[in-house]
């Protein structure tokens, strides 16, 4: 059997048992009767071994360079580095699909083990997915399953067959081999798409079987897990882009980096607006609209780089896929928003929402998320609208995005560190003396930042860390305050048996504190970065930003996949300014067959606690390797971005991480 024909035969296969799977489910939801729920969870785990089969096959493929397998011939190599080998099934269109859909069936996998097996005769609410909802989420993770597949069965097969395979094939995009985070990030990213799917499939759920309150409780841990991977891959995705494009920056608005933070908004929305649902029985309706529209902003990302209607780093074909993932997020689109106004006249609000209280914090928090989703669906969307109709091209580059979403950052700070600090339902005078302690610490910091001479946005920037970790510390004192006094135990006792017992709180503290700290390392890099280029001859040197950099040499390597031309450069500090940046670097440019003349950077960098940096090979003596244009990149806090991306996903885990006595949150009841 060829590494085709198996992977084929599996693909078809999954697709079949995700027929079966929906087919059950509706048999379920139809008859009610809990023997079609038993078979459809059965069919679950048969999809995941054809998935991951179909998968393996692919590995199979390309390791062993089968250049039969079209795919393989078009986007693989003989001279790839093992490790691109490896990560090649996600390089283009069809692998990527796979992947997406493997991880699918295995998201329904792990649903489907959650389904309370006791059937149709008790409505009580547990962790598991509540038997009344089971078929519909089972249902719609199985569609989508369906969607995933046929799109590859009949339009993206990643097995098509090439009758007169070459001898070797053309190998990976090559700035996809140039950094190992191609091993991580898309993965990742993938890992938060496909999450969504979940909630969004409880939710249907929920709307169909008219039970509106139990879902929210049931995902919170899915919502939390795929919303800790969407964050997590778009720090890594930042990360990548500082360390390989070259241009010394890591966010550049581009449109496929906004298709992955759409979706991250509306899901930060959605995890705050469920919290009000989870403890006071509101906001239904808001939950069920973010949730579909996150889940619609996945795919509408997948739609801008498959349809070909961008050109970028990410896209990667033309052809009808496109059209099918715009039918799919239509689809989304009605089917969500269309329950949820069928359901509506039932799940309104009972209660009423009072600003000064930590809901009414909540609410406008995730209606700054909504709208900041909007502008940048607008913004990434105008120029695509402006050249279809009238054939003009258009830009709407970063100053435009930075402009709207400095301010909306302002605010989202501002509310972040309140929130949590104000009473459920309505605050009272007891909060002046927090309220106060908090504008200090904002003044504070900001005077502070303004006293060093640091811009007016940078100071804020430093006073809203400052607002920031004051809440925290005003909410960790209260805490400790309070159980130490209840217990009879010491402070620090207490401090432990809080943070190991309120994981949420605590947890959602890590959290903030990290996106605070990512504000400053946003308003430091982006107000402060320096670049210079010079070409220098071999020996000579050259002062700037505090550091003297000479010219070693200049050489070429022959890796195999690719010829690299290196400078080699002796940095050190002349003054103050050049804190950390001794050292050696080697920067390169490296050309893939594939790009002709074209070089691509492969910068070298130091990171520092405080300055990075960053050179860039920019052009070289070809004939002789006498000279070499260098531009150097000084960035401030970088890193601390980097950190901040960590602390992020530390306090997620630490959230996640199953407490050792369950903990037992004041809960808004009903199904
Ligand atoms: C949790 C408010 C922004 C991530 C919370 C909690 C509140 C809150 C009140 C619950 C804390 C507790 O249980 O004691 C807000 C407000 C924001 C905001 C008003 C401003 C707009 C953010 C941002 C992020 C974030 C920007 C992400 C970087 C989280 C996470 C949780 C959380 C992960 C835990 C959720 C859970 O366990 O279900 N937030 N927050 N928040 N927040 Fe925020």
New binding site residues.
């Given amino acids: 059997m060829t590494p085709g024909l198996l992977g084929g035969i599996a693909l078809l296969a999954t697709l079949v048992f995700s027929l079966v799977g929906l087919v059950l489910a509706g048999l379920a939801l139809w008859a009610q009767d809990r023997r079609y729920l038993e078979a459809a969870r059965r069919v679950a785990p048969m999809a995941l071994l054809a998935a991951l089969t179909s998968f393996g096959a692919l590995e199979w493929a390309l390791l062993t360079h089968d250049f039969s397998v079209r795919y393989v011939a078009l986007h693989h190599s003989v001279k790839d580095p093992l490790w691109v080998t490896l990560v090649t099934p996600w390089a283009a269109l069809e692998g990527s699909i796979l992947l997406w859909g493997t991880l699918q069936t295995l998201y329904t996998w792990l649903v489907s083990r959650r389904v309370d097996a006791g059937g149709f005769k008790s409505a009580s609410t547990t962790p598991l997915l509540d038997p009344w909802r089971a078929p519909v989420a089972l249902g719609v993770l199985f569609a989508i399953q369906v969607f995933f597949f046929a799109v590859m069965v009949f339009v993206a097969h990643p097995f098509d067959a090439l009758p007169n395979p070459p001898a070797d094939g053309r190998g990976p995009n090559p700035l996809l081999q140039n950094h190992w985070m191609m091993a991580v990030h898309p993965v990742l990213m993938y890992l938060g798409f496909v999450g969504l799917s979940v909630p969004f499939a409880y939710a249907l759920s929920a709307m169909v079987a008219r039970r509106f309150q139990s879902w929210i409780f049931e995902t ?1 841990w899915w ?2 897990v795929a ?2 991977f969407l ?1 997590t891959a778009i720090f890594a995705g930042a990360w990548w882009s500082y360390e390989i494009l070259g241009w010394g920056g890591y966010w550049a608005w581009d449109p496929v980096e906004n298709a992955s933070f759409i979706p991250w908004l509306l899901a ?1 929305a959605f ?2 607006t ?2 009000v649902q ?1 403890r006071r029985g509101m906001f239904k309706p808001w939950n069920f609209a973010y949730i579909t529209l996150a889940f619609a902003a996945t795919v509408f990302g997948t739609f801008l780089t498959r349809s070909g209607v961008i050109q970028s780093v990410h896209a990667f074909a033309d052809g009808p896929v496109g059209a099918l993932f715009l039918v799919f997020l239509l689809g989304v689109l009605v089917v969500g928003l269309g329950l949820l106004s069928k359901v509506s006249g039932e799940v309104r609000d009972a209660g009423e929402v009072r600003w000064k209280s ?1 809901e009414g ?2 609410l ?3 209606l ?2 909504g709208t900041m989703a909007f502008v940048v669906v607008i913004g990434t969307l105008w120029p695509l609208v402006v050249e279809a109709l009238s054939a003009a091209k258009v830009s709407i580059g970063a100053p435009f995005f930075n402009q709207v979403s400095a301010p909306m950052g302002v ?10 600090v ?1 009473p459920w339902r309505n605050a009272g005078p007891q909060i002046r003396r927090n309220l106060l302690l908090l504008g200090s610490a904002l003044l504070v910091g900001t005077a502070l930042g303004l006293l060093l001479r640091l811009t007016l946005g940078v100071s804020l920037s430093l006073g809203l860390l400052a607002y920031n970790l004051c809440a925290v510390g005003v ?1 960790i004192d209260q805490g400790v305050k309070e159980r130490s006094r209840a217990l009879g135990i010491s402070r620090w006792k207490a401090f432990l048996e809080l943070a190991s017992s ?4 605590f ?3 890590i ?2 504190v ?2 605070a700290l ?1 504000a400053v390392a946003i308003a430091f890099s982006q107000t402060y970065r320096f670049e210079e280029a010079k070409t220098l001859n071999l020996g000579q040197s050259w002062q700037t930003a505090g550091v003297e950099l000479r010219l070693r040499n200049v050489g070429v390597e022959d890796q195999g996949n690719r010829q690299s031309v290196y400078a080699l450069v002796e940095m050190r500090a002349v003054d103050r300014r050049g804190l950390w940046a001794d050292g050696t670097y080697t920067t390169r440019l490296n050309f893939y067959p594939q790009m002709g003349n074209q070089g691509l950077a492969a910068p070298d960098l130091k990171y520092t606690l405080y300055n990075d940096y960053y050179l860039i090979l920019q052009a070289f003596d070809t004939e002789r390797g006498q000279w070499a244009t260098l531009k150097l990149v000084v960035t401030p806090l970088v890193l601390w971005l980097w950190i901040a991306g960590g602390i ?1 996903a530390l ?2 885990l630490y ?1 996640l991480w199953p407490s050792p006595q369950p903990q037992r ?1 004041r809960t808004a009841g009903g199904a």
């Fill in positions: 919170r919502t939390l919303w800790g964050s930060t995890l705050h469920t919290q989870e930590r914090a909540l406008a928090g995730s700054l998320f605010a989202a700070l501002l509310l972040m560190g309140i929130g949590p104000l909410m309120s994981r949420r709180r947890g959602s503290h959290v903030h990290g996106f990512a992020i306090g997620t959230i949150e």
